[in-house]
């Protein structure tokens, strides 16, 4: 199959890009998966974004996948795309450890539904990446710890760290995370990716290692609002095997991003402002303000909004979740506390010192937000935000503790806990050249119209198409020598 | 403010008895949270259920 790309980086097309090539012929799925498995080579060793790298099995599918093209039977956008996967995604065959020592040696005998889906539909497997220890905040329990490609001293964002790295950096062309409280849309926002929290139900929790039942959910984490609009097309719909799933239908979400958003209004969350306005940096209030701006210049209507109670998501959402991540620890608390690392086990060991008063407080404070956030989007289509409070800290400044700081999840935090869809765009730099995100947030199942709007800003604002500033003075093995190595001695 | 005896009892209800290097980790997070958990107590809810989860098939309910 011939190549018809010279000249162009195939590590830095998006999936709409490559998935046309390889659908015309003009790529070779071969060709694409080695682009990924040599920039791995190059510069992952800098990056740390992989923990598991297949480059064997990823090529031999590749090859595969070019039989099949080749023979005519092309089954979508997502045949022959190289994809990454958060390391809580349970692959059969294939170690799946949470970031943790807890399950280093964990391989699934089947594939989580998501992985499942992707495989069917024909999109390649690079490997596992990077994450915070068991999704938590924090730093990986395993392997070394990602970094960011636009300054590695700076962090990722986490716990889908590896996976907001790895797109950001041209080390897959796209990847799944998961989001208890933000960890789809915070490494999305730091690393100037797209990453797109679905709504509860909407993509199957099955074969995913759970932090929070109630809270976690799946969702894509690509360069491009598009591309992610396809990868949800693929992994979202029905699951029998999670008894939260949703029966609703699943629309064409290409079909919505026309561009076109005059008519819809956007409500700015003036509460988040109001109460936690000193501790936004203010580069990211200013690209924020200048996004809404953007979008009104576009034909949108834009007004402020408030949520009452927004400034209680927070508390609420980590009382829900350290006591659901503890029920599902408990037994390693009890057994194998000295596995974990320092931060998830303060955390998990919290989860079991709430009562049962402030698991339902917590749930009753849930019902009030999911009633204020449904008022609110009867007024406004969609929520707009800050995706985090800040561009991305210095690793010597981060604070592991910083689940104690309320402000910095409020906005994303209560998403979670009323089970909206919600994005984080690429929405500017700050002045040191760090990424800063805009979030926009829906009505529950009306993903359509959140990647609507994001589609249309990205068109306006294609910073995207900026990269992280070139790596160099990479030295060392890289993962991907591990796992060759590791592919030779078996 | 909760003594270590305290969080130990309360881990024995839990059924775990952390040791001490792991009490003096876990103690300063709780405490952190502990303002936060009486403003979220503090809130007059009336007659506000429990959400036992969200409803995917009812995004109204």
């Known amino acids: 199959m011939p190549t ?7 590590y830095y097309l998006t999936i709409e890009e ?38 064997e099995s ?45 399950f280093q040696d964990r391989v699934p005998s089947r594939d989580a539904t998501v992985v499942a889906k992707l495989k069917q539909a024909g999109s390649i497997l690079l490997g596992k990446l990077t994450m915070s220890e068991l999704a938590m905040t924090g730093p990986a329990g395993i392997g070394e710890e990602a970094r960011n490609p636009w300054n590695v001293d700076h962090i990722p964002g986490s716990s889908s760290s590896g996976s907001g790295v790895a797109v950001a950096a041209g080390l897959c062309a796209g990847a799944l995370g998961s989001d208890t409280g933000g960890s789809v849309r915070f490494p999305a926002s730091l690393n100037g990716i797209v990453g797109l929290l679905p709504t509860y139900g909407r993509v199957s929790r099955y074969g995913g290692i759970p932090l929070s039942w109630s809270l976690d959910h799946f969702g894509p984490m690509t360069r491009t609002v598009e591309d992610a609009a396809l990868m949800l097309k693929i992994i979202a719909g029905h699951d029998p095997l999670d008894p939260t799933s949703s029966a609703a239908p699943v629309p064409d979400y290409r079909r919505a991003l026309t561009g076109d958003i005059k008519g819809l209004t956007i409500g700015v969350l003036a509460s988040f402002y109001s109460q936690y306005g000193q501790s936004v940096h203010p580069e990211t209030t200013a690209a924020v303000e200048q996004a809404v701006k953007d979008l009104e210049e576009m034909g949108a209507r834009v007004e402020e909004v408030e949520i009452p109670h927004l400034e209680y998501a927070s508390i609420a959402g980590v009382v829900i979740y350290l006591t659901e991540g503890f029920a599902c620890y408990r037994e390693v608390l009890r057994t194998r506390a000295d596995d974990l690392g320092d931060i998830i086990l303060r955390y998990l060991y919290t989860g079991g010192l709430f009562t049962g008063a402030d698991y339902v407080q917590a749930q009753r404070v849930r019902g009030l937000l999911k009633r204020e956030v449904a008022q609110v989007l009867k007024r406004v289509d969609l929520i707009a935000a800050p995706a985090t409070t800040g561009p991305a800290t210095a690793f010597k400044d981060f604070d592991p503790l910083v689940l104690l700081d309320a402000r910095r999840a409020a906005a994303s935090n209560v998403f979670n806990l009323v089970g909206s869809p919600a994005i984080s765009v690429p929405c500017g730099f700050s002045e040191a050249g760090l990424p800063i995100g805009l979030q926009l947030a829906g009505r529950p199942l009306d993903e359509a119209t959140v990647l609507k709007v994001a589609y249309a800003y990205q068109q306006r604002r294609p910073f995207f198409k900026k990269h992280p500033p070139p790596s160099k003075n990479w030295a060392g093995p890289t993962p991907w020598d591990t796992a060759k190595q590791r592919d030779q001695d078996s | 403010m909760v003594t270590n005896q305290e969080l130990r009892l309360l881990f024995e209800r839990a059924g775990l008895s952390p040791s001490q290097e792991h009490l003096d980790l876990v103690s300063p ?15 007059d809810l009336e007659g506000e259920e429990v959400q036992g989860g969200f409803m995917p098939q009812d995004p109204e309910g």
Do not use: C, M, W
């Not at chain 1, 018809?4 to 195939?10: A, D, I, P, Q």
């Not at chain 2, 997070?29 to 809130?43: K, M, R």
């Open chain 1, 4 to 10: 018809g790309t010279e000249g162009k980086e195939l």
């Open chain 1, 58 to 102: 990823a090529l031999a599918e590749a090859r595969r996948v070019e039989g099949e093209i080749i023979a005519g039977n092309y089954r979508g956008p997502l045949h022959g795309i190289p994809i990454g996967l958060k390391d809580l995604f349970d692959t059969e065959g294939v170690p799946t450890t949470g970031g943790s020592r807890v």
């Open chain 2, 29 to 43: 997070v709780f405490q952190g949270f502990l303002e936060q958990l009486e403003a979220l107590h503090s809130l």
């Open chain 1, 18 to 55: 490559a998935g046309r090539l390889l659908r015309r012929k003009e790529l070779s799925p071969v060709d694409l998966t080695q682009a990924y498995l040599d920039r791995i080579q190059a510069v992952d060793g800098q990056v740390h974004s992989y923990l598991t790298l297949l480059p």
